[in-house]
């Protein structure tokens, strides 16, 4: 578990790529999502858009301090013109994006980057409630993620 800092700058590439995705797949669903059912989500993601953008910011400030170059590549964003297919990629992604700041947590204090681990607990906060906001919208549970090494490590 415990990284290399060249490892960690690769690894924190991973998250910017993934918080660009983030930021480009909430501003187009946030757009095209239609219909009443939905007016109240959609106004939401607009609110996620901005968040992600704070995110993106932070990490590339952490890559920067590491001494690496932020990428310019986000990973890839699905399209639909199904609502709730939309949701379920945005939803599937915050997990994906969870998933990985835990771990980022733990790299980062095994390195003795305390306040970096700060910065993403901080983030992680709110992709939190992101994944609850997508649940909630799509009318399920948040997604059990309690048998990931996250958790059972506490
Ligand atoms: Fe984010
Ligand atoms: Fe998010």
């Not at 660009?20 to 946030?30: D, F, K, M, P």
């Not at 639909?80 to 379920?88: G, N, T, V």
């Amino acid at each position: 578990m415990t990284v290399t800092r060249e490892k960690l700058i690769d690894l924190l590439n991973e998250d910017l790529a993934r918080e660009y995705q983030a930021i480009i797949a909430y501003v187009i669903y946030s757009q095209a999502i239609k219909g009443a059912v939905y007016m109240n989500i959609a106004k939401e993601l607009e609110v996620h858009a901005g968040e992600e953008l704070q995110h993106a910011i932070t990490i590339a400030k952490q890559i920067d301090y590491l001494g690496g170059m932020p990428t310019n590549v986000p990973k890839e964003v699905k399209i639909s013109d199904q609502a709730e297919a939309m949701l379920r990629f945005d939803l599937e992604n915050e997990t994906d994006t969870i998933r990985n700041y835990r771990e980022r947590v733990r790299q980062c204090e095994a390195l003795g980057e305390y306040a970096m681990a700060e910065h993403i607990r901080e983030i992680l906060m709110q992709e939190q409630e992101h994944q609850i906001d997508l649940a909630t919208a799509l009318g399920e549970d948040v997604p059990n993620m309690s048998s990931t090494v996250a958790q059972s490590a506490g």
